[in-house]
């Protein structure tokens, strides 16, 4: 999770979206991807350079021979119904997210309801993980005036909530 971490530190530092993926294989990074096409508010937002389809894309040019069953995909916010789709079609084993998306997280879709391609995936999902760090990296992009991209929203609301109960909590 923690290389997840930093490939959403480096789309920050680019003014993206703070979100970052790594796909692991038998403890070896396989793919990994972060955010892009967020830099410039909501003028220009490509919806589909999500870090999760971007590390998906790069494990299918890997070097190395990919069992997508074996492998966990970290990433820094639960996935969206797109990413998560994705993910499900790709046959990745694991899915570790760190921070809960009230807005756009497609974890919560049940799968039961579906056509056999989605409802007999046999994915494993862990949420939570490095909760606090994930949620630190949201707070401070929302934090920026120049970051327009979800300013507003119920994600930034649901962001700034969740960080005020940690503060308290931690007092």
């Not at 070896?28 to 410039?40: D, F, I, L, M």
């Not at 966990?72 to 119904?81: G, I, K, N, V, Y």
């Not at 998306?101 to 994915?123: A, F, Q, W």
């Not at 990296?137 to 300013?151: A, G, P, R, S, T």
Request: net charge positive; charged share 20%; with cysteine.
């Amino acid at each position: 999770m923690g290389l997840a971490l930093d490939q959403a530190a480096l789309a920050a530092a680019r003014g993206e979206f703070p979100v970052g993926c790594v796909i692991v294989q038998d403890g070896q990074v396989v793919a990994q991807g972060a955010r892009t096409g967020t830099a410039h508010g909501c003028f220009m937002v490509s919806e589909v350079d999500h870090a999760e389809i971007r590390a998906l894309k790069n494990m299918e040019i890997c070097q190395q021979a990919v069992m997508p069953g074996k492998c966990t995909l970290f990433c820094t916010l639960e996935p969206c119904l797109m990413c998560y789709g994705a993910i499900l079609l790709s046959g990745i084993g694991t899915i570790v997210y760190g921070f809960e998306d009230p807005m756009g997280g497609g974890i919560c879709c049940d799968l039961t309801t579906l056509t056999p391609l989605y409802r007999d995936s046999r994915v494993r999902v862990v949420g939570g993980i490095c909760r606090q760090k994930s949620l630190d990296l949201f707070y401070d992009f929302f934090n920026k005036k120049k970051n327009l991209y979800w300013k507003d929203s119920l994600l930034e609301a649901y962001t700034r909530k969740q960080k005020r109960l940690q503060d308290k909590k931690n007092k």
